[in-house]
């Protein structure tokens, strides 16, 4: 069964520091793997897609990494702010499958 | 341009009860996607339709029913709801099958009493 784990379930910075969310996946045959931000009472809303052959992707202060070898994918949070509290969830796409296999997403809350 | 609407935003049913959740995007999206989320849990697909006219189960169907009235709208039905359906629904549609990318209606947050 295709997974994604994503690390850690909940973390506190303060605001203008940075911080690193970890995703794991066994998605295979991979296509893509996308990051969302969840709004507390919103829909997720995409951040970056990134193919096998891309090992980075940024999004204003949002960078992703992906290793494709090792199945692992990181997202960067630099100089954060109060807006960035949100949940991010890692979602992997396999080439043969309609489906999208969802992480169950890291909350990250910024405080003053 | 309005992307993905969901309808309505709240909703609380007695068990037994029966209720429509209604989706619509004007994007001229193909494919379009029912999913549920719960606490500590990532979305879990219920039902998706690839284009107007087709609908298939995903990987949490039992006790709903969908309906693609229209290239615009995709609804889901809960026949007899219960309390295991408590639960936000989000709605989602993208231009191609699983390539592209998803975009999420708000959602509509459902409690079985």
């Known amino acids: 069964k295709n997974q994604v784990e994503q690390s850690p379930q909940s973390l506190i910075i303060l605001e203008g520091k940075n911080c690193t969310l970890q995703?794991?996946?066994?998605?295979?045959?991979?296509?893509?793997l996308r990051w969302y931000k969840q709004d507390t009472g919103r829909g997720p809303v995409s951040l970056t897609i990134?193919?096998?052959?891309?090992n980075t992707k940024s999004n204003g202060r949002y960078t992703a990494t992906l290793d494709a070898d090792t199945k692992q994918s990181s997202l960067h949070i630099t100089a954060s702010q109060l807006s960035d509290s949100a949940s991010y969830i890692c979602?992997?796409?396999?080439?043969?499958?309609?489906?999208?296999?969802f992480g169950a997403g890291t909350t990250v809350t910024v405080r003053a | 341009n309005a992307g993905v609407t969901q309808t309505p935003k709240f909703q609380v049913l007695k068990t037994g009860q029966s209720m429509t959740l209604q989706c619509a995007q004007d994007?001229?999206?193909?494919?379009m996607y029912w999913y549920r989320q719960d606490p500590g849990m990532g979305l879990r697909l219920i039902y998706y339709s690839a284009s107007e006219g087709t609908t298939d189960k995903g990987e949490v169907p039992n006790g709903y029913n969908v309906s693609r009235l229209n290239k615009r709208e995709f609804s889901l039905r809960l026949e007899s709801a219960a309390p295991s359906q408590t639960s936000v629904y989000f709605c989602?549609?993208?231009?191609?099958?699983?390539?592209?990318?998803?975009?999420f209606g708000p959602g509509t947050r459902l409690t079985v009493t």
């Open positions: 989602a549609s993208t231009a191609r099958g699983r390539g592209y990318e998803q975009y």
């Open positions: 995703c794991n996946y066994t998605v295979s045959p991979f296509s893509n």
């Open positions: 979602v992997v796409s396999s080439q043969y499958d309609y489906k999208l296999s």
């Open positions: 990134m193919t096998f052959s891309e």
């Open positions: 994007m001229n999206h193909n494919s």
